[in-house]
C-alpha cells in the first residue's frame, strides 16, 4: 500500500494524516502549535523533541503569516508515519512571492526539525491544495523518531567516511 505521499508504508498502512485551516491572525495560531505538540506526545517524542516541533510549527506560521496575500487562510498538514512526523504548511501568496530563507526564524527552522525545505509552488503541488495553478508558499519539515532517521536507517554512524572511486 502506498502512503499519502506516495512512499511505502513499512507496515503496508497509510500514513495518518490531519489537515488544518486557520486564518493567519496571531489568535489562531495557537491552535496549530498545540495540535504539533499533541500529535508528537502521541507519538512517543521526548519532551525536548515535543517542544522542538511546537517551536518550529510556530516559527514555520509565523514566517507564512508574514507573506500571505489578503486575509486567507493558512494550511497545515500534519502527517505521521512509522519514521516520524512530516509537516507541510503553505498560504496563498501573490505571484513571484518566496519565502524568506536569509533571517533568524530559518536557522532556528533548521535547528528545530531533521529536515526543511520551502519555497513557491502551486494549489496543485501541496497537500489538500485546490489542484489549481493559484501560488501558494510552501514550507515542509520532518522530524524523524529516535532510530528513524534515513541516515540512521541506512547504516550511517554518524561518522564521517569517504568512499574514492
Known amino acids: ?17 490531519l489537515e488544518l485551516r486557520v486564518p493567519t491572525t496571531p489568535t489562531q495560531l495557537p491552535a496549530v502549535r498545540a495540535m504539533a505538540g499533541d500529535l508528537a506526545m502521541r507519538m512517543d517524542y521526548d519532551l525536548d523533541a515535543v517542544e522542538d516541533l511546537r517551536l518550529a510549527v510556530d516559527e514555520a506560521c509565523a514566517t507564512l503569516s508574514a507573506i500571505v496575500s489578503d486575509d486567507r487562510r493558512l494550511t ?4 505521521t508515519t512509522r519514521q516520524g512526523l512530516h509537516i507541510d504548511a503553505w498560504v496563498p501568496t501573490v505571484d513571484g512571492t ?3 530563507r536569509d533571517g533568524f526564524g530559518w536557522a532556528v527552522l ?18 489538500a491544495g485546490d489542484g489549481g495553478d493559484s501560488p ?18 541506512l547504516g550511517d554512524t554518524g561518522q564521517n567516511v569517504s568512499v574514492t572511486r
Open 1 to 17: 500500500m502506498v502512503d499519502s505521499r506516495g512512499a511505502l508504508a513499512q507496515d503496508g498502512r497509510r500514513a495518518e494524516r
Open 76 to 79: 497545515v498538514v500534519f502527517e
Open 98 to 100: 518566496d519565502v524568506p
Open 110 to 127: 533548521h535547528t528545530l526539525v531533521d529536515k526543511v525545505e520551502a519555497g513557491p509552488a502551486t494549489q496543485a503541488t501541496v497537500p
Open 136 to 153: 501558494v508558499a510552501v514550507i515542509s519539515m520532518d522530524k524523524y523518531l529516535p532510530g528513524h532517521h534515513p541516515d540512521q536507517l
